[in-house]
């Protein structure tokens, strides 16, 4: 699952997931991101840090606090690359932080490696 | 007092140059010849009476035999020493500077002295542009915005172009979509660059003197003798007076202000009116139906006036200043806790008198009035703006007087019970913390 506000930033992600084999839902803001994660059980979510009025930390914050996604592996999206919000990310769980711009190949490593630490790495 | 008085070699000087005798100017004065003499080798100090007689003997003021006009910049040079770190390691140690000798080295070395004084304002000046700078780009929500928009169109611009580009059999549809985006994308992120530019660019041109706006329009209200003759009837009006001379944008904006309300002053406070008022602001602001920081304001600012004026805000920082020489004024920070201003700031309404002292030569003591008054620019359920306002008249009268300071840093008054920090002088004066009995107070 992808949650990014910028239409084309969206659309090229998607774009290279896809072609490597991966479904991706999409969502442009915020809202509802916990139940809508809770609903689509991903095996990876990937998280842009600016959202219009939402942090992207909040939601983190938000899905670590239930138990049922405390193991879902989080890239954290940003355009900010500062050391504070680097930690800030990881100690609200990220764990792969990724500046913009970002290369599609390391886009796309990542997202990889991720999946395959996820539990149920047997879906799609 | 720390300040060396160097009256004595003045007298001496002053009395060749007008070719009398040591003999005769005693008689005139009523001294002996012997006492003249260790006098003038600084060996006696003056006592106020004998040193108007000789300054009338002399024909010269007493203020330019005791120095009294070098004393604002023995200020600056103390302030000076302070800024390099002299006072931290203390007068006289190793390498730091002899401050308690400020004064004598004024006298043998004024042309040095008005250097390290200048220098001194232009290292300040740049620490207070790179503070702002780096402000600015940690806080600035423009800056932040602009950086954020152009890394986010570099990152789109980035990833669609690797697609089209290393996506070998890329449906026709997709490659149109991605170059549409692209497309737009790189537009963005041009407009973005260019604001970014044009930001820095402002920024750049406003910040490249690093002069604290407020100094800035004082200058250019000293530099036409605190008087905006253009604003008198017969004047060229508002538009008569040049503001190039301000490189900033703030200075502008706060001349352009200072401006506007010295014409609304002149407009209801006639020449005739001020002249008629005694000096008097509340009796000017009755006869002219203003405020009474107005009446001060224009008392201040008329040509010739020798009145000095401060203006401070509810928080007690310093809006305006207009110098007179004896009485210090600190070039930023806080001032004197004791001024009668700040007394006035809890009393909006009523006139605060007080006859002032300030540590130094020769005289030194000044009229002070203040008042404050209490606007309510948003209406009754508004805020309440306090400010206050202070004339600060020469007065060389007897009698108990305010002992006062310019600031606590620099003031040599060893048993102030308003002193909030050390004095960076400790040569006479025990100017260290308060004692412990008056801690508890202080906070």
């Known amino acids: 699952m992808l949650i990014e506000d910028e239409p084309n930033i969206a659309e090229a992600i998607r774009y290279v997931l896809m072609r490597d084999g991966f479904r991706v839902s999409l969502h442009d803001d915020g809202t509802e991101a916990v139940a809508r994660v809770r609903a689509a059980v991903p095996d990876v979510l990937i998280l842009d840090l600016m959202l219009p009025g939402v942090s992207g930390l909040d939601i983190l914050s938000a899905l670590r606090a239930d138990p049922g996604m405390a193991g879902l592996p989080v890239m954290m999206l940003s355009a900010k690359g500062l050391g504070r919000d680097r930690e800030a990310a990881t100690r609200a769980g990220a764990n792969v932080f990724m500046t913009k711009p970002f290369s599609n190949a390391d886009m796309l490593a990542q997202v990889r490696a991720l999946a395959a630490s996820c539990p149920q790495a047997d879906r799609g | ?443």
């Open chain 2, 1 to 443: 007092m720390a300040v060396t008085v160097l009256a004595g070699a003045r007298v001496r000087e002053r009395r060749l140059a007008l070719g009398l005798r040591q003999a005769d100017v005693a008689r005139s004065v009523g001294i002996s010849g012997s006492y003249l003499n260790l006098i003038e080798h600084d060996r006696r100090r003056i006592g106020a009476e004998v040193l108007d007689r000789l300054a009338a003997v002399l024909e010269v003021s007493a203020a330019a035999l005791t120095g009294t006009g070098d004393a604002a910049l023995v200020e600056e040079l103390r302030a000076a020493a302070v800024a390099a770190g002299s006072g931290a390691a203390g007068s006289g140690a190793a390498g730091a500077a002899e401050v308690d000798r400020a004064a004598e080295m004024l006298g043998r070395f004024p042309g040095w002295a008005a250097m390290i004084a200048g220098q001194a304002r232009k290292v300040a000046q740049l620490e207070r542009a790179v503070e702002v700078l780096n402000d600015r780009i940690g806080h600035d929500p423009h800056l932040s915005q602009a950086l954020h928009e152009v890394l986010s169109s570099a990152s789109s611009v980035r990833s669609t172009a690797a697609i089209l580009a290393e996506t070998e059999d890329i449906d026709a549809t997709w490659r149109a979509r991605f170059h549409a985006n692209l497309h737009q994308d790189s537009e963005r992120l041009v407009a973005g660059t260019e604001a970014l530019v044009a930001y820095l660019d402002s920024v750049e041109a406003a910040e490249a003197q690093g002069v604290d706006p407020l100094e800035e329009v004082e200058g250019w209200l000293a530099g036409m003798g605190w008087h905006l003759a253009a604003l008198e009837p017969g004047g060229g009006g508002v538009a008569a007076l040049d503001l190039s001379g301000l490189a900033s944008g703030a200075a502008r904006v706060l001349a352009r202000d200072w401006v506007a309300q010295a014409a609304a002053d002149a407009n209801a406070m006639p020449m005739a009116a001020v002249e008629g008022c005694g000096g008097d602001p509340v009796r000017l602001a009755q006869d002219c139906g203003v405020g009474v920081l107005a009446a001060m304001r224009r008392l201040a600012l008329r040509p010739g006036s020798d009145v000095g004026f401060v203006l401070c805000d509810g928080a007690g920082a310093i809006l305006l200043r207009k110098p007179v020489p004896g009485f210090a004024m600190p070039r930023a920070g806080a001032a004197c806790a004791l001024w009668p201003l700040f007394a006035a700031l809890s009393r909006p309404g009523t006139p605060v008198t007080a006859l002032g002292e300030m540590p130094g030569p020769g005289l030194r003591r000044f009229g002070l009035r203040a008042w404050c008054e209490a606007t309510y620019p948003a209406g009754f359920g508004g805020p309440e703006v306090r400010r206050a306002g202070m004339l600060i008249a020469p007065a060389p009268e007897p009698g108990e007087a305010l002992a006062l300071g310019g600031t606590c840093r620099i003031c040599p008054r060893g048993t102030c019970p308003a002193r909030r920090e050390p004095s960076i002088l400790s040569d006479i004066a025990p100017a260290g913390p308060p004692a412990r009995s008056e801690v508890s107070t202080r906070f």
